[in-house]
């Protein structure tokens, strides 16, 4: 079966179920021999199911659901298969990795990080830069990351990628060059430079000192962003999701949804969460924050909650960050980590 039937059997299972005996609408479509997971405890299972437009008329047997059948219905045998409730993601971030970055996710070992790393580099030679995305430190001895690893094998161009959570990267020296970081640097606000102990900095960049790299690296065009973002719709919709949110929406982030809205590409409901702060982003550059919000900043949520309504896009929430990740060590805590520190709040204290 086609990730595209999938998830049609997933997104229609989100209705309420009504009987087969009382079911009489036309049909446009009938799913037939399968397994219905009806989410009633009276009656978990059933064979079939019966469809008109976006909404589920009937589940029931096989032959129940037949003799709702019209010569224009559309008949699609499920040959066993399960179908279930649409899954939901609360936590997304579009649009997504880029098309041209290295996939780190599922590594397991220092390895085959740099395996990965390295087939990418030869694969695309072009690429002035090469980063990537969703390694863990467990595959790192220790568990501890260093620009050494990334140098051994990729020293000629600059290299940065993210962790699986996003709230820190390894960079390679080529790259810790080009953003002029020294053992001299101070740590920037909101941010914090792993440094060996003579100060040379590792090539681990926590929180808001991730800027001093991404500042160097070329920006994806908007067209490389929106086909990005409509490759991973698809990896979504093909794992059975229907509706999912976005965690942090920018003014970037909000055209590319609008731009998929109106080209009638989305494939799940999409919610969606501005941050809170309209100049700063998520939290205040410095701690604390520097002037209200004004009448006009809520007026623009209130056009948003006024405009999006969905069902395919709608604004949900608005979205703050009051410390970083314990991937990272930067989540705040009373007590320091193994290792020290205890974190990185993002706002000063107000009592």
């Given at each position: 079966?086609?990730?595209?039937?999938?998830?049609?059997?997933?997104?229609?299972?989100?209705?309420?179920?009504?009987?087969?005996?009382?079911?009489?609408?036309?049909?446009?479509?009938?799913?037939?021999?399968?397994?219905?997971?009806?989410?009633?405890?009276?009656?978990?299972?059933?064979?079939?199911?019966a469809v008109s437009g976006d909404k589920i008329l009937a589940v029931g047997s096989t032959d129940e659901i037949k003799a709702l059948a019209s010569p224009e219905t559309v008949v699609v045998n499920l040959g066993g298969r399960l179908v279930v409730p649409g899954f939901q993601d609360t936590h997304m971030h579009f649009p997504g990795p880029s098309v041209d970055e290295v996939d780190l996710?599922?590594?397991?070992?220092?390895?085959?990080?740099?395996?990965?790393?390295?087939?990418?580099?030869?694969?695309?030679?072009?690429?002035?830069?090469?980063?990537?995305?969703?390694?863990?430190?467990?595959?790192?001895?220790?568990?501890?990351?260093?620009?050494?690893?990334?140098?051994?094998?990729?020293?000629?161009?600059?290299?940065?990628?993210?962790?699986?959570?996003?709230?820190?990267?390894?960079?390679?020296?080529?790259?810790?060059?080009?953003?002029?970081?020294?053992?001299?640097?101070?740590?920037?606000?909101?941010?914090?430079?792993?440094?060996?102990?003579?100060?040379?900095?590792?090539?681990?960049?926590?929180?808001?000192?991730?800027?001093?790299?991404?500042?160097?690296?070329?920006?994806?065009?908007?067209?490389?962003?929106?086909?990005?973002?409509?490759?991973?719709?698809?990896?979504?919709?093909?794992?059975?999701?229907?509706?999912?949110?976005?965690?942090?929406?920018?003014?970037?982030?909000?055209?590319?949804?609008?731009?998929?809205?109106?080209?009638?590409?989305?494939?799940?409901?999409?919610?969606?969460?501005?941050?809170?702060?309209?100049?700063?982003?998520?939290?205040?550059?410095?701690?604390?924050?520097?002037?209200?919000?004004?009448?006009?900043?809520?007026?623009?949520?209130?056009?948003?909650?006024?405009?999006?309504?969905?069902?395919?896009?709608?604004?949900?929430?608005?979205?703050?960050?009051?410390?970083?990740?314990?991937?990272?060590?930067?989540?705040?805590?009373?007590?320091?980590?193994?290792?020290?520190?205890?974190?990185?709040?993002?706002?000063?204290?107000?009592?």
């Amino acid at each position: 079966m086609s990730y595209k039937s999938l998830s049609l059997f997933a997104l229609l299972m989100m209705v309420t179920c009504t009987s087969a005996q009382t079911a009489r609408q036309h049909a446009d479509r009938i799913f037939l021999n399968g397994k219905i997971w009806t989410e009633d405890d009276a009656r978990p299972e059933a064979e079939a199911l019966a469809v008109s437009g976006d909404k589920i008329l009937a589940v029931g047997s096989t032959d129940e659901i037949k003799a709702l059948a019209s010569p224009e219905t559309v008949v699609v045998n499920l040959g066993g298969r399960l179908v279930v409730p649409g899954f939901q993601d609360t936590h997304m971030h579009f649009p997504g990795p880029s098309v041209d970055e290295v996939d780190l996710d599922g590594v397991q070992t220092l390895q085959e990080f740099q395996r990965r790393l390295s087939d990418f580099a030869k694969a695309h030679p072009s690429l002035p830069w090469i980063t990537g995305h969703g390694w863990a430190y467990s595959a790192f001895p220790n568990q501890t990351v260093d620009k050494k690893y990334i140098d051994a094998v990729i020293s000629d161009r600059p290299v940065y990628v993210s962790e699986r959570d996003g709230h820190m990267g390894l960079a390679n020296s080529k790259a810790i060059q080009i953003a002029g970081v020294t053992r001299n640097t101070p740590d920037p606000p909101n941010g914090h430079f792993m440094r060996e102990p003579d100060g040379e900095p590792t090539g681990e960049f926590k929180e808001a000192a991730q800027g001093l790299i991404h500042r160097h690296i070329p920006p994806e065009s908007a067209d490389e962003r929106y086909k990005a973002f409509i490759q991973h719709m698809k990896e979504m919709a093909a794992a059975g999701l229907t509706s999912v949110q976005d965690a942090a929406t920018g003014t970037d982030i909000l055209s590319l949804l609008e731009r998929g809205e109106k080209a009638g590409a989305l494939k799940v409901r999409i919610h969606f969460s501005p941050l809170i702060l309209p100049k700063d982003g998520g939290y205040p550059r410095n701690h604390k924050l520097e002037s209200p919000l004004t009448d006009a900043d809520l007026a623009r949520y209130s056009e948003l909650r006024d405009r999006f309504k969905g069902p395919l896009l709608k604004f949900q929430s608005i979205k703050g960050f009051l410390d970083g990740t314990v991937d990272a060590r930067t989540a705040a805590m009373f007590e320091p980590y193994v290792g020290g520190g205890t974190g990185i709040p993002f706002w000063d204290r107000m009592i």
